[in-house]
């Protein structure tokens, strides 16, 4: 009964490869988030979506495609996967749109390109 | 654009000492200051928020100060704990998101 699930939990492939990753929350949150960690440790938020419709998308080179089906599952698509996208994917959720919201971040994708 | 500065980057005390981490925010306008915690290998987790109606909350041994003039947020542990080595995260509202800071990993030495 996690909060918010990610799968997968490990994800290595080769550049210019098409991946995906799942995201699904149970908090019966309406907003969800993708955030890239490098490894640096930097959060950096890169999309977030309110009731399945896109609301942040920052910047991110649009080889990185989400898809919200409904509003408990935010998948993540990545096109020609490059060596710069090695870094953890963390899903997150909260309960309503705004800054003023906790968020509830899911484990974790560590992906690694090779 | 909005910016949070964290300092220090990273954090060595002893066993029972106190621990402060200060961030600065750059939007004026932003009421709501989270501080997450990630331990290794881990997701990060609230610990602790405060909200600009307050200059001061504490949670047993964490307390998290504000300063709205100056622009200024910190987070203040005592008698620290093995358990309490992570990397901690100051944020700041934005508009429909919150703006992180560059992390502090602190190491509390036995």
């Known amino acids: 009964d996690t909060a918010v699930s990610q799968t997968p939990k490990y994800l290595v492939t080769q550049m210019g490869n098409d991946k995906s990753i799942k995201c699904e929350q149970n908090?019966?949150?309406?907003?969800m988030y993708w955030y890239k960690q490098d490894s640096k440790k930097f959060l950096k938020i890169m999309f977030s979506y309110n009731n399945k419709e896109l609301i942040i998308n920052e910047t991110v080179p649009n080889r990185f495609s989400p898809k919200s089906p409904d509003k408990a599952h935010l998948n993540l698509h990545i096109n020609s996967l490059e060596l710069g996208d090695s870094a953890v994917y963390f899903c997150?959720?909260?309960?309503?749109?705004?800054?003023?919201?906790?968020?509830?971040f899911g484990p974790g994708t560590r992906l690694l390109v090779l | 654009g909005e910016n949070v500065e964290q300092h220090p980057s990273t954090l060595s005390v002893q066993e029972g000492d106190s621990a402060v981490i200060k961030c600065t925010y750059s939007?004026?306008?932003?009421?709501?200051f989270p501080w997450y915690k990630q331990e290794l290998g881990k997701r990060p987790q609230l610990i602790i928020d405060i909200r600009s109606n307050v200059g001061e909350k504490k949670d047993q041994r964490i307390a998290v100060t504000l300063n709205k003039t100056a622009k200024h947020f910190s987070l203040h542990i005592t008698e620290t704990q093995p358990e309490d080595s992570a990397v901690y995260f100051c944020a700041s509202e934005a508009t429909n998101k919150l703006i992180f800071g560059t992390g502090t990993l602190l190491a509390v030495q036995p």
């Open positions: 908090l019966g949150h309406d907003t």
């Open positions: 939007d004026s306008a932003s009421n709501y």
């Open positions: 997150a959720s909260s309960q309503d749109l705004g800054g003023q919201e906790t968020q509830y």
